[in-house]
C-alpha cells in the first residue's frame, strides 16, 4: 500500500510519500463549515508500520483502507457553559 499524506508543521504543499502496509492507529480531525479560514480543518492521521514505527501526517487525498473503519462524529451548534448541579450527598461549600 502507498500512502501520501501532509507533513504536520511544515509548509504548506508538503507532501510525502510511503509504500509497505499500515494500520490506523487514530484518525482526528476538525471539519468547519464556511466561512472558516483556509487551513483551520482538516484529518490527521497516526499509522503505525510493521516495525512499530509511528506516523504522523495531513490526510491531503482520498483515504482507502483494506478493512472496516468505525468512526465517531459529534456536532455542536451554539455551544454554552453549563453548570451541573451538585451530586446527591455532596454540599455546597460556602466562600
Known sequence: MNVTFGEVGSP????????????????TGTILPPPAPSGSGGLTIYLVGLQAQIIRGKVVGPLMTA???????????????????????EEKKEE
Not at 17 to 25: N, P, V
Not at 67 to 89: C, D, H, I, K
Open 12 to 27: 504548506a504543499g508538503r507532501v510525502a510519500a510511503l509504500s509497505g502496509r499500515f494500520d490506523i492507529i487514530q484518525l
Open 67 to 89: 478493512g472496516t473503519v468505525v468512526l465517531m462524529v459529534a456536532s455542536f451548534a451554539n455551544g454554552a457553559l453549563e453548570r451541573l448541579p451538585l451530586g446527591l450527598g
